[in-house]
């Protein structure tokens, strides 16, 4: 197998698993690298299966896939020496990836469940717009302060880097000031909770499934 240029690649005879999808892309697997093919084309391409030359017959090439790119030179060659197994199925319409867990879910469910952050907390509003993007929650402790909430799924410096500049803004408003801000992540990486603590920013670690009420001791691998 060789894909054709302005770089070029060889793949050498072994068992492959081919996909050619309806868009046009034709990828090449392994059984290993997860989700990862070795080599592919992506569309627009154009498959034509041709008889193998004289010589390649000879080494055992019982057909020839040619899978050009229609928008380059870029040409990827597969030598077929025996097909295990060929199928083909139709999948439909794909309604698209549903995710759950992303950083909506975890505002509504703050907002929702505001006490997690502590006694007496109650909610100003979700998506509190500022002239350089919106604070995630904006809440009030049990002694009446304005607390800035960022959200993340998995927190890093960038996270706390943005909620510092929020902070630094709302803070010049004297109807607001002064305004605390509280880190909130399922994973905070510990060089982004030491910068939380040096910038005087609280941190909160959110278990997500016990925040939409799924929290079973018994189903749990660890």
Not at 95 to 101: A, T, W
Not at 161 to 190: H, S
Request: charged share 25%; with cysteine.
């Amino acid at each position: 197998m060789d894909y054709i240029g302005r770089l070029r690649a060889h793949l050498p005879l072994a068992t492959r698993l081919l996909m050619v999808k309806a868009d046009g892309s034709v990828l090449v697997h392994s059984d290993g690298g997860s989700y990862k093919p070795l080599n592919w084309m992506s569309p627009p391409a154009t498959l034509r299966i041709v008889e193998p030359a004289p010589e390649d017959a000879e080494l055992g090439v019982s057909e020839t896939w040619n899978v050009q790119h229609a928008k380059s030179d870029d040409r990827l060659v597969i030598s077929i020496h025996e097909l295990l197994h060929e199928s083909s199925h139709d999948l439909g319409v794909d309604p698209g990836l549903v995710k759950d867990g992303v950083e909506a879910d975890l505002q509504r469910l703050l907002a929702e469940q505001i006490n997690l952050l502590g006694d007496g907390y109650s909610l100003i509003r979700r998506e509190y717009m500022t002239a350089i993007g919106p604070v995630d929650i904006l809440a009030r402790d049990g002694q009446g302060r304005t607390v800035a909430i960022e959200l993340k799924r998995r927190g890093d410096i960038d996270g706390v880097e943005q909620l510092t500049r929020y902070l630094e803004l709302l803070n010049r408003d004297p109807l607001m000031a002064p305004v605390r801000g509280v880190f909130a992540a399922q994973q905070i990486k510990r060089q982004a909770r030491v910068l939380a603590q040096d910038r005087g920013i609280d941190c909160l670690t959110l278990d997500y499934d016990a925040m939409r009420g799924v929290d079973d001791v018994d189903s749990r691998l660890f």
